[in-house]
């Protein structure tokens, strides 16, 4: 029999736990649906059920065995919460040909990529929802964009950071997040966040050499403790607490759970979405949630869902509708699912009306710096990414230095021809009026005289100067990139 829910959810990861929190606390029939198992931290049962690291890939060496592919033939081990790439492999597009590879899979368990994420939780700041509009606004060319992809690509977010500020903070209390937000470049109407433990010796290092680094860049950096997704308090909405002392008192220091970032936590201090946002759910009547369960299509007839298919933990078929479906198996995933059910032409129509489905995958960027610390530490006393600062984002950091996000280019900028087009009455064409350069004789009919320069792109044929160079004694006139 095919089960009906108000809304299934694909994935309990960041994007699908969230939705179903709201939604099943608004009395919606919710089923959340999700590949890997449900591994509870150990206040939920008598023993965590990580093995405190989830990556470790554990069990039998295996032979990856898809023919075609530059590493068919080659051992390789997995973990328990990752999928068998013997399965479904991913395959990496290499200059020197392709390979099947577990890259590009967050994490195949409840919670998803936030069982294992470091709980870094910044918001946006409010330039980098308009990036169109700050594009626009700049004082200056940008040094590192030599084929003009910035100007080009910039958009602004149809939502302003004003719009989403109240979210921000609503999310920041929902999850679980310790942290400060002084030094921040993003305007709060209110605190959220948990106190945030004393930093360590190491975090102090972290911390001088950020303010180091800034004095050579010329910056004042003023960092600030980071928003990370691990309580430090008691946390109501989700019902979990914090380790307390002999005499009952919260103990917030013995919170330090350290080595978040990549491992499961099983204190279930970390919020990831099965802790802080699912669990909650469980006792609800209207909440189910279906571990170790693939969905493997979406059925769809002309552009309306009508069945969400899966095979269940035995191997079995099975099938469920749901008024309202929502697909959130992680960017990779999200995209696969949708286009393996896509072949019929409506569906397709409606899921991918810009043609941009799995298209433009865009990943973390990472700079890094590294120190040896002088003395020991005890690093299981400190928290990752226990220090950050927002001073390489703001606006007048950005103008001054030329700057934009995105790789830095050591190719040399390619040229570009622009046309000066000088729109003086005939009588008053000459040469001059282009500048330099010989402008080509007026043909019947033409309203204007036009000129053909080679220009560096890099150098902007809109420039003041350029359009300068162009400019007629009588009349206004153009200068448009060609
Ligand atoms: C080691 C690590 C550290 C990270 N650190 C940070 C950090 O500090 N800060 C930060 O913001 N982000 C961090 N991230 C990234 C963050 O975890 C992800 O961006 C986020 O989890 C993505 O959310 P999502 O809902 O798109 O996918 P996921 O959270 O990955 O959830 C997708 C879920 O869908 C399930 N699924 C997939 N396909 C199917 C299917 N066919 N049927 C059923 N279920 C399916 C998967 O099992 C998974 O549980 C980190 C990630 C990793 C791996």
Not at 66 to 90: A, C, F, M, Q, R
Not at 117 to 126: E, I, K, Q
Not at 129 to 138: D, I, P, V
Not at 291 to 320: W, Y
Request: net charge positive; aromatic share 6%; proline share 7%.
């Amino acid at each position: 029999m095919v089960q009906s829910f108000d809304v299934v959810i694909v994935g309990s990861g960041a994007g699908g736990a969230p939705i179903a929190n709201r939604l099943a606390k608004a009395g919606k029939s919710v089923l959340v649906i999700d590949k890997g198992p449900l591994l509870r931290p150990n206040d939920q049962g008598a023993r965590s059920d990580f093995r405190r690291d989830e990556l470790y890939a554990s069990g039998a060496e295996k032979i990856f065995k898809v023919p075609g592919l530059k590493n068919t033939g080659v051992s390789y081990y997995s973990s328990h919460i990752e999928p068998d790439i013997n399965d479904e492999p991913h395959v990496y597009r290499d200059h020197d040909g392709d390979r099947g590879t577990i890259e590009g899979y967050t994490a195949q368990v409840v919670g998803g990529g936030t069982q294992l994420y470091g709980g870094v939780s910044l918001r946006f700041t409010p330039t980098d929802l308009a990036l169109r509009t700050f594009a626009e606004s700049r004082a200056g060319p940008v040094k590192e964009d030599p084929n003009g992809d910035v100007t080009r690509e910039a958009r602004d977010w149809p939502v302003s950071y004003a719009e989403m500020e109240p979210y921000y903070g609503e999310a920041e209390m929902l999850v679980g997040i310790n942290g400060t937000r002084a030094n921040q470049q993003k305007p709060f109407s209110a605190d959220r966040y948990q106190k945030p433990l004393q930093p360590n010796p190491i975090s102090e290092g972290a911390r001088l050499g950020m303010i180091e680094l800034g004095k050579r860049l010329g910056s004042n950096v003023a960092p600030y403790r980071t928003p990370l997704a691990v309580i430090t308090e008691d946390h109501a909405p989700s019902g979990r607490t914090i380790p307390r002392d002999d005499t009952g008192l919260p103990d917030s220091e013995a919170a330090k759970t350290s080595y978040v970032n990549r491992f499961g936590d099983p204190l279930g201090l970390k919020s990831s979405t099965w802790v802080a946002l699912l669990a909650p759910l469980e006792t609800l009547p209207n909440f189910t949630i279906w571990p170790n369960c693939v969905v493997t299509q979406i059925v769809a007839q002309g552009n309306k869902v009508t069945e969400v298919r899966l095979i269940g933990p035995g191997g079995e078929a099975r099938a469920v509708t749901g008024k309202l479906v929502v697909v959130a198996c992680s960017a990779i995933e999200t995209s696969r699912l949708l286009q393996l059910s896509a072949a019929d032409g409506d569906f397709s129509a409606r899921i991918n009306v810009s043609g941009l489905l799995g298209r433009y995958f865009l990943t973390h960027c990472f700079g890094g710096a590294r120190a040896i610390v002088p003395t020991r530490v005890d690093k299981s006393k400190a928290l990752d990414a226990d220090w950050a600062t927002d001073a390489c984002a703001t606006d007048d950091f950005l103008h001054d230095k030329g700057l934009w996000a995105g790789p830095r280019s050591t190719t040399t900028p390619p040229t570009r021809r622009c046309r000066c087009h000088c729109s003086a009455p005939t009588a008053a064409r000459t040469s001059t009026h282009c500048g330099r350069g010989s402008c080509t004789a007026p043909t019947s009919g033409a309203t204007g005289l036009s000129t053909l320069w080679t220009r560096s792109l890099a150098a902007g044929c809109r420039s003041a100067s350029w359009r300068t160079r162009c400019r007629s004694a009588t009349t206004g006139s153009s200068c448009i990139p060609l």
